[in-house]
């Protein structure tokens, strides 16, 4: 809140502060590829709610996996 983003930011990372500077990234170079890749905000509603326990999961290998078999499924 209140920060200052004078240019475009990566997808998946965390600015702060004013003006706004790179704090991190949320994930690792591998799971940002396969999210980037998946498009998941260009499906249906309907599609979404049916990923949700995909994309909500704390565990990040799982939701790697999960995400290749439907990349490869979707292509």
């Known amino acids: ?4 983003v004078t240019r475009d ?3 998946y990372t965390i600015y ?10 949320r994930f690792d170079d591998e799971l940002i590829a396969l999210l980037e890749k998946f ?4 499906k249906t509603i ?3 709610q049916a990923l949700i326990p ?3 999961c704390s565990d990040l ?3 790697k996996r999960e995400l290749r078999k439907l990349t490869v499924a979707n292509a």
């Not at 809140?1 to 200052?4: F, G, W």
């Open 1 to 4: 809140m209140n920060s200052t």
């Open 9 to 11: 930011v990566e997808a």
């Open 16 to 25: 702060a502060g004013n003006p706004a500077r790179f704090i991190r990234k």
């Open 39 to 42: 498009q998941w905000w260009n």
């Open 46 to 48: 309907d599609e979404i």
């Open 54 to 56: 995909i994309l909500t």
């Open 61 to 63: 290998e799982k939701v």
